[in-house]
């Protein structure tokens, strides 16, 4: 090879593989995408601006009105600030798949929300764009893809980058939701369920007035019926009838005219004035008990000495079988005044022991009255010089036919506790602490909470656990927190929220499910918690996320509970 | 022209150490220098894995995607080799020094639309310096045929990022320097020569750019050159070997040598 060749052959080689220039701005960007901004999508590419990510904010499933089972995710999408005006979308949903993880809306194996279950949120001539969506008939333990799109006018579908990856329920540690209670929404319904496991409800207060009806819930069928409506016109002493946050127990005659009553007692009428009448509601006879002074009228219910809201009722036997009636503590008012004051004593009616009863005019008749039971004390067993504790809006669960367990609530030193106790009567009758149990830090002191009691047998180990949640907190925020305490390991444990609603006041009981879908399918426990009604808010950006209890409102909504 | 004035110095010196190892005789058949220039051609399309990292389009940056995991891309390399063949003319050893452009391509499209595309470019000028061992079944010398195998040292002077996007006439250039980049980068060679022809295939165990390099900004921490790994790159070059066999083999070689030594062509 010449050398005068070199040169150009060189020079050759230099232009082939090209030179580059230091010029220009990079045509790549690294941009972070965190949890909750990331940059939208727009006209089959992408948009400038900021968006929420999708969140998904139910994933759950509910029992629908022909007893089949319904798996749902529902999931809200907030942008803000995009270049693009609203009106120039046309079009928003959400598009899922449980293969591809970049889901698109003529993508393999992709499906789209239905567009009746997508909400259009917010003023359409701002340039936030917020929507909502669900999607119904998915299957349990699925893994899904899901992610938020947008059609805009000019037919471009744009897709938020990041895609929700989760898993739908499994029927495990779960609520969900049942039929919705035919009942008006009501809070701090009175409520009682008998021995054969009927959970009977009476009264409650809407956002605008207290109810004088009586409902049942019937778990074998799922059923809320009304069984009578207390009319005022016999009820001339046991005023006011419309009431609401007493409470009741189930007394069984085994009389030769077997029957049983529910007892009716305190609680308040919507302005929140305490009563102290209590009245009856005959089973059998499916009647409200007339409160006229009659001899001998087994419908007459002794009313307190005082008026008394917030109470708690329950039944308890001695170490000798004896069944016992007790109601007490709550807040009780000088009557005639407006002064009130948590009262700690908790009585019980004596069904054995009457007192007679004299009025001008008429024979001396025999009536039950009310008896000083005991009171808790801070110290443990009762006793007069120590120091007794009480509280409003607490709760009590029956454990078994000996023990009940009392506990949180509001206390006289304008404290919430968070403390419950297992309780029992011992060997002379009185009420004894037989165990404290107390919660872990994380649980928030509360008053009006939900509670019930499960024995149940999963997965061959058995379980023996009392459940406590929701309520309202010293702050006035409501709670959808739940919590267990084994007795078996003596732990406590935070369990699911309940439900989509912060709520305080509902009424909470256990039944039992002989043969549902979960027992026959994956062999679930038969007891299972209910929690409904009551008083709640579900937070979202419209309400700018309060669980404030001013802000919520009466429920009807009903959730089961399955451990 | 920098760069071209310094590859010209350095074909001067190599073809001044050549002309005197000419002179050797029997020595300069173990021991000689040759002239290495030729092509290399990159084959691998490195991806940057770094999700974070999107193509910045006139209608905002959308996510990538590699369009193809193989981009071609020529180079360059031009230098001297010392030979050094033991006795048995079986087998020997040559090392030296080179002068190398190299480089790897991707191109990238937007992933959930096919609307854009852009390439990537990364150009490497280094200072390499090859150790290969030399071996044959026959006579190494009598035909210059051997496979070689080892390695080749590459100090990276200087690495150059370019992009060209479909959606702007406009290429952009940029200098890569300190963390960036690997000085050093290390490729295992396998190939045979046959005559003056060399081939090698040289795989870059690690590359010239830094895929571990972090750079912190606005509070966050940022990887551009995540996943960016070495590929596979195949030189084809001219090996002149500066000795008495070239002038066998070449008229015009050994006319040279005469001249240079004052003899006649004739």
Known sequence: MKTSHLIPYLMTIAVITGCIKEDGEPYTIERQIDKERTIVSSLSGYMYGTAQKDTIVENAFQVLDNNDLDVYLSLESYFDTIEVQLNAVKECGYVYSTTNPNPTVKGLECHTFKKENISWKGDTSSTSLHFSGEEHGLQFNHNYYVRSYVVTTHNDTCYNPVTCQTKTVIPSNVWFRRKEAKIDARAEAIAATTDGGLTYIYGGRSNTKCYSDLWVYNSADDTWSQVATCEDGSMTNSRPIERCNGAAFMYTKNEMDADTLMYILGGEDFGGTPTKYNFIYSLKHNQFGSTAHHPNNRAYVEPFDQPRTGIIAFKIETPWNEAVYAVGMGLTQIEGTSSSAINPQIYYYDVNNDKLFTEEGKEDYHVHTWRALGMLSTDGNLAIDQTAIGFYQSVVVKLNEKQVIIGSGEGSDGNYSKIFYQVALDDEGNLKIVKRLIPPDEFIPRKNAAAFYLNYTKEGSEYDRFFVGTGCDKDGNLLNDFWAYDFGKATWERIADCGNAYREGAVSFKILRVDDYFVKEFAEPQERGIVALGRGITPSITNNYSTKEIDASARNDVWEYLP | ?266
Not at chain 2, 74 to 86: C, E, K, S, T
């Open chain 2, 1 to 266: 022209m920098k760069h071209l004035t310094l590859i010209l110095l350095f074909c001067l010196g190599c073809v001044a150490a050549a002309s005197a190892q000419m002179e050797e005789g029997s020595k300069g058949e173990y021991r000689y220098w040759g002239i290495i220039i030729g092509l290399n051609h990159g084959f691998s399309a490195p991806e940057n894995t770094n999700e974070n990292v999107m193509l910045h389009t006139a209608k905002g940056d959308m996510y990538k995607k590699r369009a193809g995991a193989f981009n071609y891309t020529p180079g360059y390399q031009i230098g001297a080799v010392y030979n050094l063949d033991f006795k048995n003319n079986k087998s020997g050893i040559q090392t030296g020094l080179e002068f190398t452009n190299y480089g790897c391509r991707t191109k990238y499209e937007t992933r959930d639309n096919n609307l854009y595309d852009m390439k990537e470019t990364f150009r490497a000028m280094a200072v390499s310096v090859p150790l290969l061992l030399k071996f044959g079944p026959n006579d190494i010398y009598r035909n210059m045929s051997y496979i070689t195998v080892g390695v080749r040292a590459h100090y990276n002077i200087s690495v150059m990022q370019g992009q060209k996007a479909s959606w702007n006439t406009q290429k952009y250039g940029k200098k890569l320097t300190g963390d960036e980049i690997n000085q050093f980068s290390v490729c295992g060679v396998l190939g045979f020569n046959v005559g003056m022809l060399s081939i090698n295939a040289n795989y870059m165990f690690m590359n010239f750019i830094n895929d571990e390099c972090q750079i912190v900004e606005n509070g966050m921490t940022k990887k551009p050159f995540e996943g960016i790994k070495g590929g596979l790159y195949i030189y084809t070059s001219l090996n002149i070997p500066m000795c008495r066999w070239l002038t066998v083999h070449n008229w015009q070689a050994e006319k040279i040598r005469r001249k240079l030594h004052g003899g006649s062509t004739f």
